[in-house]
């Protein structure tokens, strides 16, 4: 959802250039690209932008370190 939304809509919420690259090469890319799962893609963008903006606030106070829970689905990394 994070590379789709990179490539498939404007304007970006978010810049997550890794994303794409991640799964390029991956069979499930094209069903991410699909219609259907737009409006679901909606809900992964607007986490994935509230988590950036509370992490930059963070860091805006002077936190140095940010652990993710349940880290998976996302290319902090």
Known sequence: SRAAHQLDEKPLVFEDPLAVELLRDDPIWSDYRQRNVFLMRGHVVARSR????????????????????????????
């Open 50 to 77: 509230y988590a950036d903006d509370m992490i930059a606030r963070a860091v805006g106070r002077g936190v140095k370190q940010v652990v993710i829970m349940g880290a998976g689905l996302d290319t902090y990394g």
